[in-house]
């Protein structure tokens, strides 16, 4: 009965969502860790994709019910327990001579953004809990 | 979680040691003897940056791995009355030229800033999520 309550609603979605943000953001940090490393070429995953085959599972569930099963992208393999990311390298900017393509700005762009839907998802996890809590207690 | 905080630090150790390399630069900018006393100019070292970080034995991150000695000729200048002058009266001064070394000290420091940044928002991370269990 517990499983039922924790594997349905917003929670499974939101679960997703800090495991693909926690994936990204150690990618993000490596970037900006290899700023200066000559022939590094920084790796990324695509946020899109990732809410596309969100949009997918949910409308699934949606017209079939049961749990939320996401299904895999080229890059994001979703497990159980957690997701299998398989980062590309970006090449969306100008080779430097040291043969990096670094692009500053961005990164610390996508550093900001990740954060920020990491942080608001557990704001949300949170407040499901607390609902859950109130539920529980039988009182306001 | 708790990864990417090893992978900002190993940056902020690599950068540290950078600008070490810069600062011994600059400091030995016009040093010709070696310690000893005898006549060696100060070579200009280049620290050269790797991903990966061995000291973890991890593929993420950044190290240091190795100190390049600068292969460029040294700076020529004319000193004739020196005990060190050449034939042609010139004795030879480090191949450091101080614009370089500041403006890689300069990005250096920006870098480390960088990282620090993404450690900062590493933790607001971190304490978020712990917030849940709390």
């Known amino acids: ?140 | 979680m708790f990864g990417s905080l090893d992978i900002s630090t190993s940056a902020l150790v690599a950068q540290r040691t950078r600008m070490n390399v810069i600062a011994a630069n600059m400091a030995n900018m016009n040093s010709i003897e070696d310690a000893d006393g005898n006549y060696s100019p100060f070579r200009r070292r280049i620290a050269v940056f790797a991903s990966g970080d061995p000291s973890r034995g991890s593929d993420w991150g950044v190290h240091v791995s190795e100190i390049l000695l600068d292969a460029t000729p040294f700076r020529k200048v004319r000193e004739a009355g020196s005990p060190y002058a050449d034939a042609g009266g010139y004795v030879e001064y480090p191949n450091i030229d101080p614009t370089m070394e500041q403006i890689n000290a300069l990005e250096a420091s920006r870098a480390y800033e960088a990282n620090i940044t993404a450690a900062e928002a590493t933790k607001a991370m971190i304490q978020a999520s712990l917030r849940l269990l709390a």
């Open chain 1, 1 to 140: 009965m517990i499983a039922d309550l924790l594997e349905t609603g917003s929670i499974p979605v939101l679960e997703r969502l800090v495991q693909f943000t926690g994936a990204r953001h150690r990618l993000i940090t490596n970037n900006i860790a290899n700023l200066s490393t000559p022939y590094y070429r920084p790796q990324d995953l695509d946020p899109d994709s990732f809410q596309v085959a969100m949009g997918d599972a949910i409308a699934h569930r949606r017209r079939a019910g049961g749990g939320l099963a996401l299904s895999d992208t080229h890059q994001l393999h979703f497990r159980s327990d957690g997701i299998d990311a398989r980062p590309q390298s970006m090449d969306s900017n100008i080779l430097f001579h040291d043969q990096n393509n670094r692009n500053l700005e961005r990164i610390m762009q996508h550093l900001a953004e990740n954060t920020l839907a990491h942080n608001a998802a557990i704001e949300f996890l949170k407040s499901e809990f607390d609902l859950l809590k109130t539920a529980i207690r039988e009182r306001l």
